[in-house]
Each structure stands twice: as C-alpha cells, then as structure tokens.
C-alpha cells in the first residue's frame, strides 16, 4: 500500500510537471524582470507639465444636466484644450463632464485631448505631432486604468520610442504612456506573471478563474515536489541518488522548494480565492470620511469662482471633509486649500480629528499622527508611488485612515483584510516586510538570488519533461 502510494505521488509529481514546468519557469523568469522593470506608467515630471491655465468662461453656463439636488463626491475644473472642463463624481453612477462653455455633458474632443497628449509628450522630448489612434477600452496598455470604462483617446508619437498616449475622453487627462522599450519589457516581466495578454485580462471574472486554476495547481505541484524531495533526500554526500538534471531539480527543490511554495501560494492569494483578505467596500469608501455635496453646492462654488475668475489657476478639486466642502488649487507648481468663500484654510488637526471621530474612524486625539517618512502599510510600491506628508489616523477596531497632510483629500483606508493580506500575502510576495528591505539594492540582492534558485527548480523540470515526452514520441 506504501510503495502503491509512492508510486502514485511520484507519477501525479511528474506529468502534472510536465504540464506546469514552463508555465512557473516563466513566472520566476518575468518576476526577475520586473525587479528592474514593471507595468508601464506615465513620467510624473512631465503629467505635472500637462494642466494649463483656466480660461474662465464670463459667465456660468446653463448646467442642464447638473441636477440640483443630486450627490456628489468629487469635483474638479481643469482646462482641456481650449475648453474648460467640469468633471463630477456621483455618490452613485459613472463619473460624467461638462463643458464650461455651453454647459453641455459628454466626451471631450479628440482635438481638445491631443493638446493634452502634445503637452506630455513635448516634457517628455518627443518631437512630431499627435496622430489619433481611436477611442479605446480594452487596449492591452489600459486594461486596469481606472476609467476605463468611459474610454481614452490613444495617441501615437512619430519619435524615436514610439510613445504612445492614453487621454480620458472624460477629464483629459493623461492616464498612461508607453514606449517601444516599456511594451517589450512588459511583454518580458508583468504580462506573463500576471497571466495579462489583453485576449484573456479583458474578461475579469475568466481572468481571475483562471489564475486561481493554474496558482492553486502549482501550490500542489510544488507540495508534491517538496514531499517527494524529502522522501528520496539521503543523510549524506551527495545527498540526491539523481544526476544531471535531475540532480538539480532534486537539490534545487530541496534548498529553494519553500520559496517557491511561499510565491505560488501568495500570487494565489493575491486574487482573493472564496473571498479571502477582501476588504469591505463600504469599509473602505472614502465617501465615509468626506461626506457629499449637492449639485446646487457645486453650482454655488462655481459661480464663486467664475466672478473671480483667477487666471494663474490650473486646477481646481474639490476635496470633502464630513460635507464641508474645501478647495484645493494649483497656481503653477503650488498648491493652496481654500474654503467655499474661496479664503486660504490650512487644514488643521482639530479639522480631522473631529471628522474622524465622528466617523469611528479614531479612537483617540493621540492615534492622529503626521507622517513625512512611510510607515510599514503606507509606504511607494514600483507600481505605486505614495505621495507625503500625511495624517494617519488609527480606529479602535485597527482601520488606519491616511489623509492628504496639506488639503486633508483621503488616499488610502485599510481595515483589517487589507492589513492582513499587507503581511500574509504581499509582505511574503514582494519581500517587503521591513523598510531596508523596500530599498532598490538591498531589495535585489535579496530577491534575486532566490528567484534564481526557485527559476532552476523549474527550468530543470522543463528539460526533464522535454527529455521524457521525447522517449514517449
């Protein structure tokens, strides 16, 4: 009964191998690309290049299609081409704009967009003019770009690296860039480990099935491996009855076989199986510390600003606190809160500390903190770059609260899936758990030879199967 049992594990071991090996070689292989290079994303240099002065309309447009008594979350005035735009988030439904100038709702104009493309790409050192590519949602470079839904302009550069450039028909602005180099390497690093090809990531629910599939038939394939290394592991030199290949898919898996069991399950986790470290969305909604504001109270501020109509301006959000409504704005490179009456306001602490424990959101005066450094949840990723100084507030139940240190707009809410998966999931995945580790040197030196070890294990089992399909033909 042993040896049947033996006999069984070494055969599921070895044909579930040879249908997986490639498929994990190349995990391993594009997560030591993306060591130095990740998903595509725009230069923040020159998107702060791409806001141009307000041209203020004399007088505020008949909003037709701004209903009075609707609730907002968000607002915001930028200039899109030759247009001003007013760009709204409902408590419920699609994000929609208006033009400034006839009050009309829609998508911007192509030509108005490709002002916006133009600005980027001239920061940038592209030369040549924007040529119109369509209006995209499901292009490969914008699958999981928020928005997406409403569509981007695609732009296409005639430079040396062939830049491409994705403008929301909505606001306007640039959501995503690439090159000639950052495609190749995505197609080199996170596309083959996120299992990410356009054809497949466009079906989200198919997507996510599929990596949970595949993750979960590596996390047994490697179990197996690890328990069949041990049973044929000998006390002593050379400690492996194999040779060649098989002798360093043996001891490769014996010495790396736990790290690549802690990525496989942890890249499964990632995707939340049966629910898994998934946080709350009401939990999680920003729309429980800011509060709403009534179209009449947009059209309010709005009229307030078109009789002002300051002509150094490039942006105007609106940023909530409990339903107060304040106003952040940017004159060139400088930002400044202002109140509904359009005064200079500097967010206070009293300001968020009474928000917030309104909210159960902090459970003392003393669990609000002003952070200008990362702590170990809130804290830059490759592929997300947080912004400082902050205010952190801690809840009586662990939900950490982060909030924009100078307009109080809020960045992140982590309740406790999400603090847990920080540890339990990402920590283990990306090497992260302590600040030296998150350090671009100390960071490949520690990852990179692992990854090489764990690529080893796999990339013998590939030769392994080759040779073993090529006695079966």
């Known amino acids: 009964m042993k040896k049947a049992f033996r006999r069984a ?10 249908g997986m090996a490639l498929l994990m070689a190349g995990w391993c292989a594009s997560g030591i690309v993306m060591l130095w290079h990740t998903w595509p994303q725009p230069d923040a240099r020159a998107l702060s290049a791409v806001p141009a002065p307000i041209h203020w309309p004399a007088t505020r447009p008949d909003l037709q299609d701004l209903d009075s008594n609707k609730r907002f979350q968000a607002s915001q005035i930028s200039m899109v081409g030759q247009e001003p735009v007013l760009t709204l988030t409902p408590d419920d439904g699609p994000p929609f704009a208006l033009d400034l100038r006839t009050g009309r709702a829609g998508r911007i104009a192509p030509a108005d967009a490709a002002f916006s493309a133009l600005r980027y790409a001239r ?32 732009f296409v550069f005639p430079d040396a690296a062939h830049t491409q450039v994705y403008v929301s028909s909505l606001t306007g602005e640039v959501v995503q860039v690439t090159t000639r180099a950052t495609r190749l390497w995505a197609w080199a690093g996170a596309i083959p480990h996120w299992l990410y090809p356009a054809v497949l990531r466009k079906h989200p629910l198919l997507w996510k099935n599929v990596v949970i599939v595949l993750s979960g038939t590596g996390v047994f394939l490697t179990v197996t491996g690890l328990w069949i290394g041990l049973l044929r592991l000998r006390r002593a030199a050379p400690f492996t009855p194999y040779r060649g290949w098989h002798c360093v898919h043996h001891l490769g898996g014996t010495v790396f076989g736990l790290f690549a069991l802690l990525w496989i399950t942890t890249g499964l986790l990632t995707m939340s199986p049966a629910g898994m470290f998934q946080s709350n969305p009401n939990a999680v909604r ?60 500097p967010l206070t602490r009293g300001q968020i500390a ?30 997300h770059k947080r912004h400082f100084p902050v205010w952190r507030a801690e809840a009586a139940d662990g939900t950490r609260t982060y909030l924009d240190g100078q307009s109080g707009e809020v960045l992140a809410i982590l309740d406790l899936p999400a603090r847990q998966s920080r540890w339990l999931v990402y920590g283990f995945h990306d090497l992260d758990f302590q600040a030296w580790l998150r350090k671009t040197t100390t960071h490949w030196a520690v990852a990179l030879p692992l990854l090489c070890g764990v690529f080893c294990i796999f990339l013998s089992g590939v030769i392994i199967g080759i040779r073993r399909l090529k006695r079966l033909a």
């Open 123 to 154: 920061a940038t050192g592209a030369e040549g003019p924007p040529m119109f590519a369509g209006l995209t949602t499901d292009d490969q470079w914008v699958l999981d770009t928020h928005g997406r839904d409403n569509g981007f302009y695609h």
């Open 286 to 345: 920003p729309l429980r510390v800011t509060g709403a504001m009534t179209g009449g109270d947009i059209q309010t501020a709005l009229s307030r600003l078109i009789s002002t109509a300051p002509q150094d301006w490039s942006g105007v959000k609106t940023v909530l606190l409990n339903g107060h409504i304040f106003m952040q704005v940017r004159q060139g490179s400088r930002l400044q809160r202002l109140d509904e009456t359009l005064t200079p306001t």
């Open 354 to 383: 009474q928000s917030l424990i309104s909210k159960n959101l902090l459970k003392t005066q003393d669990a609000l903190t002003f952070l200008s450094s990362p702590d170990a949840y809130y804290f830059s990723r490759p592929m």
């Open 9 to 18: 594990l070494y055969l599921t071991h070895r044909w579930l191998g040879i």
